[in-house]
């Protein structure tokens, strides 16, 4: 039998909500509630919808910019609106819009049907290509770059088969991140995904907890258990912080490795597994090898395939993208809205050398969301990102400038409280008022 397709209607009106769902559930189509565009994202990203029936006029965010957001994310879902103004000047933006169709309030069951089945046999004929995109767990991952086109192509081209692979980069970078993409994109997605930080679990239980122990292995083994590799079974297993996996366990993951089994703690009978292995690091492997602290046989079983995934200050081109994205998510999150960016802030954020990376990105634009007013400036961004500019005549401005700046700087620590500021800056209210006109 056919599976159900889904369909997303969004609607801050309880009533047009429930009546939908029950034209559609009688059509036998199945069917997500959501009565803000925010609630319709989040079900967007866990869900596969293959219709978007929505309203416009909504608090927040409108049903528009819903449209917009989805046609520029998910292309081939179709989308309907549904309008209360049919004036041809709503019908044109609308349309515009992306959306693939609309109907007008207050609809018949007949005309939402036509509507529907219209909308649907429309993603019919582009339902191969839909397919493949939603297969992409790189969804998730914003890169055009050309340092960043090549950590894609490599993705693509080990994503299908079992290759042990090693993720190298800085901190933040996006290590897990291209882990979680080779298997989520590639034909083994539905095993499990197991992450393991390698540096975060105690010397001593690591071994235990990859491979597994027997009962009565050692004092507190009351029974057999299963580690992370019987766990990814099938599937992928992420070794996070490989550099510090202790030697011990160095042994035996390079056993795993090559014989494709692993054996219990305590127990003698290795165990045939199929786990693909990605490794990741941010410290220098080959170091490691010179300093006998990593083994360099299992060195070379790890760099199979080896990916370097760029720093953020070598593929800056993908700093606004990064940035768009971010106040979309966050935007949604703690504005309920789509949040902008001023062109002076944008070129700050271009301008930094980001050492922490998409981590380091990611934080400050969260930040300044928070921060802002649906717009995110200059005022919004960390001091230590504003007065860092990489020429050194560029760093140097007028007293005036500075004087400025500090000013800002220290009415923002203040909370905008003149008092308190005038005090710091040991100069008088009145004074404060002068200067800041
Ligand atoms: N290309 C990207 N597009 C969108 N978000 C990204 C991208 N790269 C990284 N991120 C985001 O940046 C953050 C850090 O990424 P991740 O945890 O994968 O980095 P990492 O290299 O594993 O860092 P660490 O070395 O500190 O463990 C995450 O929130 C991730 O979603
Ligand atoms: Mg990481």
Known sequence: MLKKENILLVDDDVQILELLQRHLKAMDYHTFKAVSVKEALFILKDTSIDLLITDINMPGVDGIQLVKYVAEHYPQMPKLVVTGFPSVADALSVIQSGATDYLTKPFTKTELETAVKKAMALSGRIKSTKNQTRAQGHADMIGASAAFQEVTEIIERVKDNRATILVRGESGTGKELVARAIHYSGKYARAPFVAVNCGAIPENLLEAELFGYKKGAFTGATEQRNGFFQAAHGGTLFLDEIGNAPQSVQAKLLRALQEKEVTKVGSRKPEQLEVRVIAATNTDLEEAIGKKTFREDLYY??????????????????????????????????????????????????RYSWPGNVRELENVVQRAIIMSDGEVDVEHLPNSLKYKIPFPEQGLVSLREKERQYLQEVLMAMEGNKTKAAKILGIDRKTLREKLR
């Open 301 to 350: 079983r790890l760099t199979v395939v080896s990916i370097s995934v760029p720093p953020v200050r070598d593929r800056k081109e993908d700093i606004p993208l990064l940035v768009q994205r971010f106040l979309e998510k966050y935007g949604v999150e703690y504005k309920d809205r789509f949040v902008r960016i001023t062109p002076k802030a944008l070129a700050v954020l271009e």
